[in-house]
């Protein structure tokens, strides 16, 4: 008789030692063990089994299993799996009527191979196929039913029918199989009662929430025994183990997002207002607008009289519609056009005076050369014109006078037409 507490203490090990050594100094693993608790059928392939009249269930019996096991990675996993069950077959023939039933204890070490690894499937799938193969030992402890419960030898007659005495006894009475296997085998023939096996199966994985699994499997298991049904032929016995089992992953659910975001707080991220104008960032449709703005419902300033300038950079909050205005919100009148298409012809007349008299560019900088060699020595630069030194030289150059023109065009700077005068008189002065 075998002692199932032995399996038992093993599975236990097993599996505190293998979550132990996924919280090594008290870290948290991102892949935590697996274990399935299912049951299911077991149909027997070995030596006996022929005859007439015999239903294919005589070699059907059912068991239980038990699986831990560690993912590495997407694709490969190790399991442990436990086997409790029991082995069957019986043959009716002329030749011979023999039966018997084994139970069977085994336990296996197996390398997985995962489908769900985002090349075939999907890591997070809800249909989740793998392979296996592996190794594994078993210990079976096989009994045939010789004897009804009164202990009376069934005697198989020619005519398929089981009697008390041997065939064609006068007075034999007919007697029924009672199906329990009393009498243990391994008497007539000394044999070891444990073998190995090598298990090669498939599977898959059904979702059903967050780490709970409906695991349907089947494995067919190549024993190195000839002997489990106490008959040997020269072929090893075999057996396939289908069954259903309901498997819970520990630790977190997996997620397939990318790791460097996995310390961000996307909820706090959903309430964030970064121009903290009251609009969160995820419907801020102006996400820079100034503080004390005042906004739209959408997050934009507001622009009262829609002079397409907001209000709190309007200078002229009344503008009427249709109006031209500048960058301040104020509204371009003729006389500023006129003046500024005065102030442009001039600057044309002064720039191709210029250069007809200096043909040459060359010339042309070897001038300007010049006159910043000592524009450097005497600092003479006023300082209402400083603001068109931009690169802090002390002079004035042909460039800086046209980003002058061109930005009091774009209204980006304070010069005025007198004071773009002044710039060129210095220019040639200088």
């Known amino acids: 008789m075998i002692k199932k507490n032995s399996l038992t203490i093993v599975l236990l090990l097993t599996i505190v030692g293998l979550i132990n050594s996924q919280n090594e100094k008290g870290k948290k693993a991102k892949q935590l063990p697996s274990i399935a608790i299912g049951a299911g059928v077991l149909s027997f392939d070995g030596d006996i089994g022929n005859g007439v009249n015999l239903s294919s269930l005589s070699r059907i019996r059912g068991g239980y299993n038990l699986t831990v096991e560690q993912r590495i990675g997407k694709v490969v996993g190790v399991s442990f799996n436990g086997i409790y069950g029991k082995l069957a077959d019986s043959e009716s023939s002329l030749k011979r009527n023999i039966n018997f039933e084994a139970k069977i204890?085994?336990?296996?070490?197996?390398?997985?191979l995962?489908?769900?690894?985002?090349?075939i499937f999907k890591r997070s799938?809800?249909?989740?196929?793998?392979?296996?193969?592996?190794?594994?030992?078993?210990?079976?402890?096989?009994?045939?039913?010789l004897t009804d419960k009164n202990g009376i030898k069934y005697n198989y007659w020619t005519d398929g029918t089981i009697r008390d005495l041997k065939d064609s006894t006068i007075g034999a009475k007919i007697i029924q199989r009672d199906y329990t296997y009393e009498s243990k085998l391994n008497d007539s023939a000394k044999y070891a009662n444990s073998t190995f096996a090598l298990p090669i199966g498939l599977g898959v994985n059904l979702k059903v929430v967050d780490n709970l699994y409906i695991n349907l499997g089947a494995t067919y298991y190549m024993t190195m025994s000839d002997w489990i049904d106490n008959f040997k032929s020269g072929k090893n016995d075999s057996y396939i183990f289908a069954n259903v089992?309901?498997?819970?992953?520990?630790?977190?659910?997996?997620?397939?997002s990318n790791p460097v975001y996995e310390t961000v707080d996307f909820s706090s991220l959903d309430n964030l207002d970064s121009d903290e104008d009251g609009v969160k960032d995820g419907n801020d449709v102006c996400p820079g607008t100034p503080k004390g703005a005042k906004i739209t419902p959408n997050g934009c300033p507001e622009d009262s009289d829609e002079d397409g300038v907001s209000d709190y950079m309007d200078k002229e909050?009344?503008?009427?519609?249709?109006?031209?205005v500048d960058e301040s919100g104020v509204t371009i009148t003729e006389?500023?056009?006129a003046e500024r298409q005065t102030v442009y012809s001039a600057l044309a007349t002064e720039r191709s005076n210029l250069f007809n008299e200096n043909p040459s560019l060359k010339y042309l900088k070897e001038v300007e050369a010049k006159s910043k060699k000592g524009a450097r020595k005497?600092?003479?630069?006023?300082?209402?014109?400083?603001?068109?030194?931009?690169?802090?030289?002390?002079?004035?150059?042909?460039?800086?006078?046209s980003k002058a023109i061109d930005s009091f065009f774009e209204g980006d700077s304070d010069f005025t037409v007198e004071k773009l005068n002044d710039l060129i008189d210095f220019f040639f002065d200088q």
Do not use: C, R, W
């Open 114 to 119: 995962h489908l769900d690894n985002d090349f």
């Open 245 to 256: 089992a309901v498997q819970y992953n520990f630790g977190k659910p997996y997620d397939d």
């Open 317 to 324: 909050p009344l503008t009427k519609k249709g109006a031209f």
């Open 335 to 337: 006389k500023m056009i």
């Open 105 to 112: 204890i085994q336990a296996d070490l197996n390398l997985v």
């Open 378 to 401: 005497s600092g003479t630069i006023p300082l209402a014109l400083k603001v068109a030194d931009a690169n802090n030289d002390n002079f004035i150059s042909t460039d800086e006078i």
């Open 125 to 145: 799938s809800v249909f989740a196929p793998y392979l296996f193969v592996g190794f594994g030992y078993m210990k079976f402890d096989s009994y045939s039913d």
